[in-house]
């Protein structure tokens, strides 16, 4: 069941530029003794998210990203051992092992997990991914019905989740993304009411025919041109919720901030606010309740892009960087997990 | 007392540029009559402000200034005649009469004043200078005591009003203004912690030695490489009020944003706000209960600079805009005000 190697993704150089897969390496190690008091775990499942190329720009929310270690990420794992009273082989644990198979955690490190459904939920919908977009949009974003949502990466994990919720507390929702086919998902099966595709052209002309009467919050999960485009259409009071910049994580030198900063700040009265999820930590339980009554109730679909194996992991971010998933990628990483 | 003849200053040219005294002309008409249920007023102080120049740049919260007209503006007037009851001659009052000496008013447009003290600090501490730094401070940039404070255009009319409540309010407080007598000024007689001269090197720099562990709330009064240099300087979950942009006003080309936006409010979890100070309008009068409280006990300093003479008016706004003026600059027209 579990062998005596662990297998992991070094990342071996920053990128100056765009990441590529040279910048990764797959090693094997001895897979790990817990110590006294540890918990050893296998890696089921890790997230593969934008802010993992942010992390290696520099200081953020967390450390940075350093050359010569295993690559950082979320997970899903299971318990295999443990030295502590707490956990006991065969939990499942949401904890952020990193690009390999096997990890000691102490147990502070580790979060128990009660499957609310596939354990792949727990990255999308039930996990980082679905907390962001709930307290992003209900806390910061302060949402009436009646309200123009705009969201950008609406197709990416985080933003389709916005543009679901939104809707189900009685926005008007329009979404932008890179694809016609992603558009086409947007509108036709999460019930958007209108799409972008922003690669088809200048954004603000769209933006402006896609909401004629202006934004009332604008998600934004991407910055650049699609935060400028925003800033000219919202409404006056309006808030733009900070969430995510990958327009500039993948590159060395990001462009210059909008303009309309502060100038639109100011005569328009907007909010700008950014956040992380876990500042929200006292009321998971509030959103997880929420968020799984809506999946079982249809109005909540988990979207989730599943690539298979640890040494897809540098090729499955590049990707994502790139626009390349719908909903939450992640890698499956032991074959009988899921 | 009152003579036939009204002098009025047109804006006959919108600035392209920087705004000069060409772009006006002084003019004389009738007196004009107040019709049914009207009420004249004689402009006894004409406010002048930053954003009269934001006003000639396009719409903002009001309309745009165009080309042609009696050039607008805020004044502290008395009534002269009225067909309302609820004004009678030689009340004072608040109002939009523009750059005039007469104008004509529905009671809609007019608020009375009950002198708190000296007429000018109606339009400085006890006006839209104070309640704008008042509500800014307060309400946006939610002080707490022992947090660092970063003000920019600090001598200028708000900025120096905000620094006072700041300090009121146990909060470290850091000016940056445009030369070492204002500097002087803030930190001598106002009793700023710390004032920055940002005409004498990069900004950044000297806020990071100001400032050596970070900013909590910003307040804007200017846009451009101060705000820039605030946000690669603000604490986690540090507020950025936006005031206003006076770096941007006189010019018909604003600058790009600043770098850092939206990434720093990602990684930061900022919040940057705009407001004015109407909005607030409902908690007024206990706004200024406390502006005049801190004023009694001496621990609040109105400061004003006069211009003589409405044919000035031109001269002292470009001056303004040049960071000319100490305090909060107003032009006095009637020579028995005061």
Redesign the interface.
């Known amino acids: 069941m579990s062998s005596e190697v662990n297998r992991q993704v070094f990342i071996v150089e920053l990128p100056r530029g765009p990441l590529e897969e040279r910048h990764f390496e797959l090693r094997e190690a001895a897979r790990p003794e817990p110590g006294k008091g540890e918990v050893l775990t296998r890696t089921l499942y890790l997230s593969l998210d934008a802010a993992n190329r ?1 992390w290696m720009q520099g ?3 967390t450390a940075p990203v350093e050359a010569g270690a295993v690559m950082r990420g979320g997970t899903l794992s299971e318990v295999v051992a443990s030295d502590d009273p707490a956990f006991a082989p065969g939990d499942v644990v949401e904890c952020a092992s990193g690009w390999q198979e096997y990890a000691v955690h102490r147990p502070v490190e580790l979060r128990r997990i009660e499957p609310l459904g596939p354990l792949t939920h727990h990255l999308s919908i039930y996990g980082g991914t679905g907390l962001t977009a709930y307290f992003g949009l209900l806390e910061v974003g302060q949402p009436s019905s009646g309200e123009t949502v705009l969201v950008s990466a609406a197709a990416g994990a985080v933003g389709n989740v916005v543009g679901q919720v939104a809707k189900i507390h009685g926005c008007r929702v329009v979404g932008v993304a890179g694809s016609d086919a992603k558009c086409a998902w947007l509108t036709q099966e999460l019930g958007f009411d209108a799409a972008i595709n922003y690669k088809e052209g200048p954004v603000y002309p769209a933006v402006k025919q896609a909401c004629p009467e202006g934004v009332d919050i604008y998600f ?1 999960n991407t ?1 650049g041109e699609i ?1 400028e485009a925003a800033l000219f259409r919202m409404k ?1 009071r309006g808030r ?1 919720v ?4 990958v327009s ?1 994580y993948d590159t060395a030198n ?1 462009s ?8 639109l ?12 999820y876990a ?1 929200y930590d006292a009321r998971r339980e509030v959103a997880l309740d929420a968020l799984a009554g809506w999946a079982r109730e249809g109005r909540l679909v988990a979207k989730e892009d599943v690539v298979e194996g640890l040494e897809s992991a540098p090729r499955g971010l590049i990707g994502l960087l790139h626009g390349e998933n719908v909903g939450k990628r992640v890698v499956r990483l032991a074959p009988e997990a899921g």
């Open positions: 942010a200081a953020t929310y934004d910055g935060l006056a733009i900070c969430c995510g910049v500039q990001p210059p901030g909008p303009r309309g900063v502060p100038g700040i100011v005569t328009k009265r907007l909010r700008m606010e950014g956040f992380i500042d």
